[in-house]
């Protein structure tokens, strides 16, 4: 016994380059329609953005070096996959559809800073 216990996922954090919110905030709250949280104010100078939606909460951080994760990703399920798909497609992302897990429909993109990013629903 360990005594303790993992409960939910708070977040996910990932990168952004340096003065990249504007098209963070283009992305994941125009696109995505998440709502931007307020950060607290000893981390809002370090920049970066919050953004959740229901359960999901990401946060992007100010990384100087940038480089897009394109392995390491959120999965996020949804409900309303191929609208959300076609919504990115008119945006212009990638959308890469994949049926490798049996009883999901999932697939990848990418935000505007080559993060890569999976949405799936249970069929």
């Not at 953004?51 to 392995?71: D, K, Y």
Request: proline content about 7%; some cysteine; aromatic content about 8%.
């Amino acid at each position: 016994m360990t005594g303790f216990a993992l409960d939910a996922l708070d977040h996910v954090q990932l990168a952004l380059p340096p003065g990249g919110e504007e098209a963070a905030r283009a992305y994941y709250a125009g696109v995505l329609g998440m709502t931007e949280k307020s950060k607290p104010a000893g981390l809002a100078a370090r920049g970066g953005c919050w953004f959740r939606s229901g359960a999901v909460e990401l946060h992007l951080g100010v990384e100087q070096g940038f480089l897009p994760a394109r392995t390491a990703h959120p999965g996020i399920r949804i409900r309303g996959l191929d609208a959300l798909a076609a919504r990115l497609t008119a945006y212009g992302a990638p959308v890469t559809w994949d049926d490798a897990i049996p009883g999901r429909r999932r697939f990848h993109t990418t935000d505007p800073f080559g993060n890569r990013l999976e949405f799936l629903e249970d069929t």
